[in-house]
């Protein structure tokens, strides 16, 4: 995209979208410092056009300049202060600075005024209730962010987290039930729920469910059963059952082709 930006340029050099696009290009890819040039040129060719002062921010957070970004950011959200992407980035920057109160703010702002905030605005607003030492806030905000955007697989994770750590069992239960219907590989949330009755106290439920996800390995045919995690995942039912461990399956290399008669 930046090589054809530029091919561009050359036919038009006076061209402010073509220069405001090639500094949103660098920024995207990390080029801070290009991107600012780029920036320049925009405005000076079109003043007040583009949103330069957003950008400009985005690349100087890019550059680890935290305090020239966050004025600049400020400056947008003076005429943009529901501007969620702005608003996001001044709170990362925030972060960076050692103000999580601010950053806080900045972040609440988003989830307030946003229709669907990103899923990392949620995730990192619980990151910095944790960081102030409150749980039960950061396990609202991800509880809030599942009702939002539904049951994506890192907030359900986050969250069951979170709710195992403030001894909250059945709203993990919850969670865990959701990523084992989702999942690629229920065995491995079928084990991890088995491990959270037994640590809830309910050690017969915890027993039955190590029955089934055993019984459930054993029945695989050979060459399924006979991947890593599986074998893993077996060995641990096993050991909580108190059951001697199944002998692993091997996988026998294929065989190779016979080579055919030489003809004399």
Same mark, same amino acid.
């Given at each position: 995209m930046v090589a054809e930006i530029e091919a561009a340029l050359k036919k038009e050099p006076e061209n402010a979208e073509l220069h405001f696009r090639l500094a949103v290009a660098c920024e995207e890819h990390g080029e801070w410092s290009s991107a600012l040039?780029?920036?320049?040129?925009?405005?000076?060719?079109?003043? #007040?056009?583009? *949103?330069?002062?957003?950008?400009?921010?985005?690349?100087?957070?890019?550059?680890?300049?935290?305090?020239?970004?966050?004025?600049?950011? #400020?400056?947008?959200?003076?005429?943009? *202060?529901?501007?969620?992407?702005?608003?996001?980035? @001044?709170?990362?920057v925030r972060l960076k600075l050692k103000r999580p109160d601010e950053a806080m703010r900045d972040f609440q702002a988003v989830l307030k005024s946003a229709r669907e905030p990103e899923m990392e605005v949620f995730l990192e607003t619980a990151v910095v209730w944790v960081l102030q030492g409150d749980r039960a806030e950061a396990a609202k905000v991800l509880n809030e962010g599942l009702v939002r955007l539904g049951p994506h697989p890192e907030l359900l994770e986050r969250a069951l987290e979170m709710a195992v750590a403030e001894g909250q069992f059945e709203v993990a239960m919850g969670h865990l039930e959701v990523l084992k219907q989702t999942s690629a590989q229920p065995q491995v949330w079928q084990a991890r729920k088995a491990g959270l009755l037994a640590q809830a106290g309910r050690r017969d439920e915890a027993q039955t469910m190590w029955r089934e996800l055993r019984d459930h390995l054993l029945a695989l045919p050979n060459l399924e059963r006979g991947q890593p995690h599986l074998n893993r995942l077996l060995e641990e039912a096993?050991?909580?059952?108190?059951?001697?461990? !199944?002998?692993?399956? !091997?996988?026998?290399?294929?065989?190779?082709?016979? @080579?055919?008669?030489?003809?004399?």
């Open positions: 040039v780029a920036l320049e040129r925009a405005e000076r060719l079109a003043p #007040g056009k583009h *949103p330069v002062a957003l950008v400009q921010g985005l690349a100087l957070a890019k550059g680890g300049q935290w305090q020239a970004a966050e004025a600049v950011l #400020g400056e947008f959200l003076t005429a943009h *202060p529901s501007h969620a992407k702005a608003l996001t980035e @001044r709170a990362r096993q050991t909580a059952l108190g059951e001697p461990p !199944v002998p692993a399956v !091997v996988q026998a290399p294929p065989a190779e082709a016979k @080579r055919p008669f030489a003809t004399p």
